[in-house]
């Protein structure tokens, strides 16, 4: 979702009342403008609302309005501010993530159909250029994908022969390609393209109003319903009712859940020289490294420009964007030695499928009437098209070979390990919340911005380019991540699910709907930082007693522990209270929660004990002394006292030393789980703490 452009250097924060853009970098597409268009100002109807004025949304705007469709446009700022404006236009149907792989995912029925969509794309684009008279640099050209160096020729032969089993004419198997340097050996890849995105909007967006179509920029869709007649609710108050209502934004603000745990989100970037003209052969260069690199020519009379982009990274995990920038241009300097000076940098985020494919089709949350676009992996550019054609099909009634494979609902069975492995990095974010920011607040530059602790709070704080501190939480609106700050893009961006956000909180890109909220206010009282100390050492508590749970688990299968205390425990005190006839199963729930909940409480005991850092083996050796306390003191203490448990264990003289060495191990995760994520502020912080 586009919503806000962000200052040039040195400005004020008037960038609030000009945002055309939901990126800070400029790429070479951007000296190319759509011109503005008016704000929705009324309420309004429509065969089709598309909200999104992306390739995706235009081309499918372009496509219904081809057909007679009464259409209205939304962007929540200026058309092709989003990432279609960051793309470096690569037409491809030489997928990036490889035939094979497709084939192993969806078949070789689904690998065929993916092919054909793409193929079908480029010639859509190229149909449209040529009947609406568009100037875009359309151009053909032969792909070619070379090896990196961890890869075999073998990777090749395998990919040529599914390209050849799935109907791609024309590949072949050369001995290299023909660039400036040496590649080895390569494939050939015949009809692809390159095209200026921008320019190519441009015309759509003229077309679409020549057909009786209506587009909106500085309007933010705020809400959709679906039924016979959705709507589409705005930020100002207006509300447009429709037959049809097609959600083609970047990062989907609806439904909430349903897509976005199937996609996550990647940064790349671009760096684009000057290249004297006939240097390089006009084509598309692509390479198997992981990230792997793209290139391509830009051509405009004698200006000659070579792009280059990869580098790409998990957004929000890395904040390194110079050192991307510059491993790029020494990549290409090495390779393409008459390449001159750096003209444009810039980086945009592309959203990868669990599958590799984008979702077109129905709205899977069950929304009568509502379609999405979204999961461009890396082909922005021919899944916006392929969202036009396949979209104007559905809404027909027409039957589309690729409805299936790009089916929002669908499920992937053969791609459960990948899903899997992306939900995991997202459910891993969620321990940002225990780790503590050591960032000093007074340390951020003009013009950047931090993480930093206040409390149990994560603020994010931005020092403007006048020095300015603007302040928010930190917490991701969506689905409650924490936020990194990104210098190159000048955001906040959530790894979970790829929601940005402007420097002063205002969304930028979805699947968040609403701003970061307030941050807590600075207290001046002296700090009380037992509080943090409570929930760092009760969570230190449950991971240890995860990890005595698994030993205790080992002992027992070994056969040197019998009925495990905790159940022992919990059953002798129900006894005691005159309650006997339990199912088991009741017994085992209450011994589950009294072992965790005494774990956690033993393990906030001791976060209020710990006082300073102490490193891993003196931590980890004063923990195993605090779990050998607990131990003596319930198994030599209360526990016999209650008459719950005989002491000394005469009759399984194992059980002592299991369980002693149970609580040794829990006492060390505990004591190291602390010492590593106990708050420890210099005296400078104080202030910032409440």
């Not at 009760?538 to 007693?545: E, I, L, N, Q, R």
């Amino acid at each position: 979702m586009l919503l806000v452009r962000l200052p040039k250097r040195g400005t004020d924060l008037a960038w609030l009342r000009c945002m055309d853009s939901s990126e800070w970098t400029r790429s070479l597409w951007k000296e190319d403008s759509l011109g503005s268009r008016p704000p929705l100002g009324a309420s309004e109807t429509c065969d089709v609302c598309v909200v999104g004025g992306g390739i995706a949304g235009l081309t499918t705007a372009y496509r219904l309005a081809s057909e007679g469709k009464r259409v209205i446009v939304l962007d929540a700022h200026g058309f092709g501010g989003g990432e279609t404006g960051q793309t470096t236009a690569h037409l491809a149907s030489a997928l990036d993530d490889r035939f094979t792989e497709l084939q192993r995912l969806h078949g070789e029925r689904g690998a065929r159909l993916a092919y054909e969509s793409h193929a079908h794309a480029i010639d859509e684009i190229e149909s449209i250029a040529q009947r609406e008279s568009i100037d875009c640099h359309f151009q053909r050209l032969t792909g070619y994908l070379f090896l990196g160096p961890e890869h075999t020729r073998k990777l090749l032969e395998d990919e040529l022969e599914v390209a050849k089993r799935i109907g791609f004419a024309g590949v072949e198997l050369l001995a290299r390609a023909p660039a400036s340097f040496e590649t080895g050996p390569c494939l050939a890849f015949p009809r692809q393209g390159r095209f200026h995105p921008l320019r190519y909007l441009r015309g759509l967006a003229a077309a679409i109003e020549q057909r009786g179509g209506t587009l909106h920029g500085e309007t933010l869709a705020k809400e959709v319903s679906g039924g016979t007649t959705p709507k589409v609710r705005t930020s100002a108050g207006c509300e447009v009712r429709a037959g049809a209502v097609v959600i083609a934004t970047n990062g989907l603000f609806h439904p909430r859940i349903a897509v976005h745990s199937k996609q996550a989100p990647y940064r790349t970037y671009v760096v684009a020289f000057r290249i004297p003209k006939d240097s390089l052969p006009d084509a598309l260069y692509w390479d198997t490294s992981d990230p792997y690199h793209y290139i391509r020519l830009e051509i405009e009379g004698a200006d000659c420009r070579l792009i280059v982009g990869g580098e790409d990274h998990r957004s929000g995990k890395a904040n390194d964007a110079e050192e991307r920038y510059g491993r790029l241009e020494r990549w290409t300097r090495v390779r393409f030695p008459r390449v001159e000076a750096v003209t444009h940098r810039w980086s945009g985020q592309v959203l990868e499928p669990f599958d590799y494919l984008a979702f077109i089709g129905k709205d899977p949350s069950g929304e009568r009437n509502v379609y999405i676009a979204t999961g461009d992996s890396g082909h922005g550019m021919t899944h916006g098209t392929i969202a036009g054609i396949l979209l104007a099909d559905l809404m027909a009634g027409r039957t589309n070979p690729w409805s299936e494979i790009y089916d929002p609902s669908r499920k992937t069975v053969r791609a459960a390990r990948e899903y899997v492995h992306d939900n995991v990095e997202v459910a891993a974010e969620y321990a940002e919340w225990l780790k503590p920011e050591t960032f000093r607040p007074e340390a951020i530059a003009a013009g950047e911005g931090a993480v930093v602790q206040r409390g149990l709070h994560k603020v994010a704080l931005y020092r403007d380019p006048q020095g300015q501190v603007h302040e928010r939480s930190a917490v991701c609106t969506h689905l409650g991540c924490i936020v990194a700050w990104n210098s190159d893009a000048k955001s906040w961006d959530c790894a979970c699910h790829g929601s940005r956000f402007a420097p002063t909180g205002e969304v930028l890109n979805g699947p968040a709907q609403t701003p970061l909220a307030a941050a807590p206010p600075p207290k001046t009282k002296t700090p009380r930082r037992w509080t943090r100390s409570i929930g760092v050492g009760a969570a230190g508590g449950a991971v240890a007693t995860f990890a005595m749970s698994l030993l205790l688990f080992g002992v027992k299968r070994l056969g040197l522990l019998g009925e495990v205390p905790p159940r022992k425990i919990v059953r002798g005190l129900r006894r005691r209270a005159g309650i006997f006839a339990l199912p088991r199963s009741a017994d085992n729930a209450a011994a589950l929660a009294a072992h965790w909940g005494f774990g956690m409480a033993t393990g906030a005991v001791y976060g209020l004990l710990h006082r300073r850092r102490a490193g891993i083996l003196p931590a980890s050796l004063t923990g195993a002394g605090y779990g050998a306390a607990v131990w003596a003191t319930s198994y030599y203490g209360w526990v016999p006292a209650l008459g719950i448990m005989r002491a000394p264990h005469r009759d399984r003289p194992f059980r002592p030393a299991s369980m002693m060495a149970g609580h040794l191990l829990f006492g060390s995760v505990l004591g190291t789980f602390v010492d590593r994520f106990a708050q420890h502020r210099p005296p400078a912080l104080d202030k910032f703490a409440p």
